[in-house]
């Protein structure tokens, strides 16, 4: 699950409508963030972005693959869909896919934060 240099570099342009990336190394691959929050994952040079319920229609429209892993002996999958190659052509298209995969990180983690106050009481 690695991540070549050149490639993380190049995100920072890909996303330049969307505004200011972090990428962190994570695992042999890089989370990307913004704000604190990460939104998508790198692994083996392609760019996956967050999905949920209400946007990974989208991504099995297009056939893009699901990140998975592999975690003693099982296969892992994550709630990341392979980006479609469009964004990395058109930075209006990366701006709105973007959005997307943030919008998505900002639910769950609400969600995850509505978890924790039930929990607690």
Do not use: C
Not at 2 to 28: H, P, Q, Y
Not at 91 to 116: N, S
Request: charged share 30%; no cysteine.
């Amino acid at each position: 699950m690695k991540a070549t240099s050149e490639f993380i570099a190049n995100l920072s342009d890909v996303f330049a409508l969307f505004g200011a990336i972090e990428t962190k190394r994570m695992f042999g691959g890089y989370g990307v963030y913004r704000d604190g929050l990460m939104f998508a994952l790198v692994a083996d040079d392609v760019l996956y972005l967050k999905a949920d319920e209400s946007s990974v229609g989208s991504f099995i429209e297009l056939g893009m693959e699901q990140f998975e892993y592999e975690k003693r002996g099982k296969r892992v999958k994550m709630a990341y869909y392979a980006a479609p190659e469009e964004i990395f052509e058109n930075p209006v298209h990366a701006r709105e896919w973007a959005d997307r995969a943030y919008e998505t990180a900002l639910r769950a983690k609400r969600l995850k934060g509505k978890a924790r106050v039930k929990k607690s009481k």
